[in-house]
């Protein structure tokens, strides 16, 4: 799905989000250099934003691997200034070609509603992702989320039903991963659900914080 979507997918977020992906993004990346961090681990990181971010901000001091199955986010995310700084890999979240215990810290942007297509799903990917980080190594992830207000919730799904799908229509042409991101937005966990699969796929301490009115949520868990 992604495939075709490559070369505008950052600007299609810009649009879509009225700029705001920037600054959750920015939110997260801090986050996960405030620590002893020297290798991070960015699952499904399509063109590289916040691996490249991660990569400028921790410097020499860290070291950075970015996986994600789409060849073409790849190459976006390989053509872009400061690249060689980071470690590109082509694979599977559910299957990562990385020994047990290899990263301090995880992080999936944005990329946590493709990888729960079933709560089997979710949590073979969050089973998978605690593998490769060392005991005490952190999760991170940012995501949609559903917002505890009823009003704000409404207005969401309403702007995931049909401002979404019109929207990246306009913008690229491709009207199916648009309904299918409406769809996944309005069908994805609330924090409070989120953070009990990362308990049931063995972490601990999962804690979040909701950004924007709850529209989206970071969350932190602990191996
Ligand atoms: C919505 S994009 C998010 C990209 C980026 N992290 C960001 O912040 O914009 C989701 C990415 O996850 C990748 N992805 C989806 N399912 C995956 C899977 N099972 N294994 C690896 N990558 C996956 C897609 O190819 C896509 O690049």
């Given at each position: 799905m992604f495939q075709p979507?490559?070369?505008r997918y950052e600007w299609t977020n810009r649009v879509l989000t009225f700029g705001l992906d920037r600054s959750w993004r920015r939110r997260v990346v801090a986050r996960v250099v405030d620590g002893p961090v020297r290798s991070v681990l960015d699952v499904g990181t399509g063109t590289g934003e916040v691996a490249l971010a991660l990569a400028r901000r921790g410097g020499d001091g860290l070291q950075v691997t970015a996986v994600d199955f789409s060849e073409a986010m790849l190459a976006v995310a390989r053509a872009k200034p400061g690249a060689d700084c980071v470690r590109w890999v082509l694979a599977p979240a559910t299957n990562l070609p990385f020994d047990d215990a290899q990263f301090d810290a995880a992080i999936v942007a944005f990329a946590l509603r493709n990888l729960s297509v079933t709560r089997e799903h979710l949590l073979a990917c969050l089973r998978e992702l605690r593998r490769v980080l060392r005991p005490c190594g952190r999760l991170f992830t940012v995501e949609t989320s559903q917002p505890p207000r009823k009003a704000v919730r409404g207005i969401l799904h309403l702007y995931a039903r049909w401002w979404v799908p019109m929207v990246g229509w306009i913008l690229t042409g491709q009207s199916g991963p648009y309904r299918y991101l409406g769809t996944s937005?309005?069908?994805?966990?609330?924090?409070?659900?989120?953070?009990?699969?990362m308990l049931e796929a063995g972490f601990s301490n999962a804690r979040f914080d909701r950004l924007t009115w709850g529209l989206v949520a970071i969350h932190v868990a602990t191996r």
């Open positions: 979507l490559a070369g937005i309005r069908a994805f966990y609330d924090a409070e659900t989120l953070a009990r699969a």
